[in-house]
């Protein structure tokens, strides 16, 4: 089958889209930039891609010979108050545009419903679905509840909990109900009812075995960490403290955190179906799901990251368009070092930040995120999805990949901090040396008065970091 898929470079897309080329299937892939294609996808022979932005699809059309459709677009990190307009207009231009084509059956993958206080995420959610039905095609609806996975915003936001709190006072809402279900099990219902005619113009709530509270869920993740965890709930904190504790706990962005707030204070308990019995699958329990992904990580094999999605709201066109360095009217560090081994040097290059950290004075690059998380920033907190590896797109602690190819020998960061203007830093090897270059471009007298504040910090800082990527330690 021709399958056409949106959303191509978010958490669910990026899996599915193996999946689907396992099963033989062609695909079609949306995306909003032709320079951030998952690598994993970019050249397989069965894999064609169209540019494409749903808030704006100009004079786009597709080709008429698509038989199915998949519909991954969520607004799910952008601000609350724009976001729902956000979701209908696409899910509209997406209708108006599949209409055009021979597609027999889209495939929608929105959250459970059944609550009669619902969150506006999942308002939005209902809309869509309503939007999507057409007598041009057939419309599958799949809701999910709680997605456990590798990279999954719930996994990662119950890790950072878990981990780094033995003692938790936390919301009352850490009473809630759900259903958490295996990213395994999503991708296997997804993919079962592609052209399944039982399945045509129906709904279902997909979700694991077990109901169970976030309190429940926090204590068997630590359990199957190994861990010692105590919680505490307490009925005084109001939504808007819950979304800053969630914040400055976790990975999460303030935007996100009161996202998910909202959704968590609704209780998510999905409606039995005879979904299972049409895809054959027995659902993993909540212990299995969150084992199975901590073997994904330790094999450092996580395919996709929530924190790969374009969600801090920096950008609003293409990566490509910025990646060549401004020159006017921005202050420069520029550093350059004769190469005495370039793959050493290219090797710790790809590693820096995330668990490896940025090589010297990395307390000052702690700090630095520390006062850029409170003032609402992203921190250092995001890591990186993969230790070793780098494709334009991927969060690299407050920086997001613009551009990583190892055979040019260039990785290009734009910095997602909280700041004053903006800045990049570029690592480029050319003619034996490696040039690194700080790139400031200030936004009027603040942004001034900030460059000139951090420089005296620049001369240790930037020499030392490119020292330690060509000088290799004595042995």
Same mark, same amino acid.
């Given at each position: 089958m021709k399958i056409l898929l949106t959303g191509t470079t978010g958490y669910i897309a990026k899996r599915l889209a193996l999946g689907l080329l396992q099963e033989g299937h062609h695909l079609v892939c949306c995306v909003r930039d032709l320079k951030r294609i998952p690598d994993e996808i970019e050249n397989h022979p069965n894999v064609s891609f169209i540019k494409v932005d749903f808030l704006e699809?100009?004079?786009?059309?597709?080709?008429?010979?698509?038989? +199915?459709?998949?519909?991954?677009?969520?607004?799910?990190?952008?601000?609350?108050?724009?976001?729902?307009?956000?979701?209908?207009?696409?899910?509209?231009?997406?209708?108006?545009?599949?209409?055009?084509?021979?597609? %027999?059956?889209?495939?929608?993958?929105? *959250?459970?419903?059944?609550?009669?206080?619902?969150?506006?995420?999942?308002?939005?959610?209902?809309?869509?679905?309503?939007?999507?039905?057409?007598?041009?095609?057939?419309?599958?609806?799949?809701?999910?509840?709680?997605?456990?996975?590798? *990279?999954?915003?719930?996994?990662?936001?119950?890790?950072?909990?878990?981990?780094?709190?033995?003692?938790?006072?936390?919301?009352?809402?850490?009473?809630? %109900?759900?259903?958490?279900?295996?990213?395994?099990?999503?991708?296997?219902? !997804?993919i079962g009812v592609l052209n399944n005619r039982e399945t045509y113009n129906n709904s279902y709530d997909i979700f694991g075995p077990e109901v169970l509270t976030y309190k429940q869920m926090l204590l068997q993740f630590a359990e199957v960490r190994g861990l010692k965890r105590y919680i505490y709930t307490l009925p005084v904190l109001t939504p808007k403290l819950s979304s800053y504790w969630l914040y400055f706990v976790t990975s999460t962005s303030f935007n996100l955190a009161q996202s998910l707030v909202d959704s968590m204070k609704v209780e998510v308990i999905g409606k039995p179906s005879n979904i299972n019995e049409i895809v054959k699958l027995k659902p993993l329990s909540y212990n299995e799901a969150v084992s199975l992904a901590f073997q994904k990580i330790q094999l450092n094999s996580v395919i996709s990251s929530w924190k790969d999605a374009m969600s801090s709201g920096v950008f609003q066109d293409q990566l490509s368009k910025h990646i060549e360095l401004p020159h006017y009217g921005c202050f420069k560090d520029v550093q350059s070092m004769p190469l005495t081994d370039e793959n050493y040097t290219l090797d710790r290059i790809w590693k820096i930040g995330g668990k490896t950290g940025w090589y010297r004075f990395n307390w000052l690059w702690k700090l630095r995120g520390y006062l850029d998380k409170l003032v609402g920033g992203v921190g250092l907190r995001r890591g990186r999805t993969h230790d070793d590896y780098l494709e +334009?797109?991927?969060?690299?602690?407050?920086?997001?990949?613009?551009?990583?190819?190892?055979?040019? %020998?260039?990785? !290009?960061?734009?910095?997602?901090?909280?700041?004053?203007?903006?800045?990049?830093?570029?690592?480029?090897?050319? %003619?034996?040396?490696?040039?690194?270059? +700080?790139?400031?471009?200030?936004? *009027?007298?603040?942004?001034?008065?900030?460059?000139?504040?951090? !420089?005296?910090?620049?001369?240790?800082?930037?020499?030392?970091?490119?020292? +330690?990527?060509?000088?290799?330690?004595?042995?």
């Open positions: 699809p100009d004079d786009i059309t597709f080709t008429k010979d698509i038989d +199915a459709s998949y519909y991954l677009i969520h607004s799910m990190s952008q601000n609350a108050q724009d976001f729902k307009t956000m979701e209908i207009t696409c899910a509209q231009n997406f209708r108006l545009l599949i209409n055009k084509t021979n597609c %027999k059956q889209v495939i929608y993958l929105s *959250g459970i419903v059944n609550s009669s206080s619902l969150s506006k995420h999942l308002q939005s959610r209902l809309e869509v679905e309503k939007m999507l039905q057409s007598n041009n095609y057939h419309l599958t609806t799949l809701r999910a509840g709680i997605i456990v996975g590798s *990279g999954s915003a719930s996994f990662e936001i119950i890790r950072d909990i878990v981990e780094k709190l033995p003692i938790m006072i936390t919301p009352r809402w850490l009473n809630t %109900k759900s259903q958490p279900i295996a990213i395994r099990d999503v991708l296997t219902y !997804l +334009a797109g991927d969060p690299l602690d407050f920086w997001r990949v613009l551009y990583a190819d190892k055979k040019e %020998k260039r990785l !290009l960061l734009f910095a997602e901090m909280k700041l004053p203007g903006e800045a990049w830093l570029e690592f480029k090897i050319a %003619k034996d040396k490696l040039y690194q270059r +700080a790139v400031f471009r200030p936004k *009027g007298v603040w942004g001034r008065l900030y460059w000139y504040s951090v !420089l005296p910090f620049h001369g240790f800082i930037f020499k030392g970091m490119i020292k +330690a990527l060509v000088e290799k330690p004595a042995t």
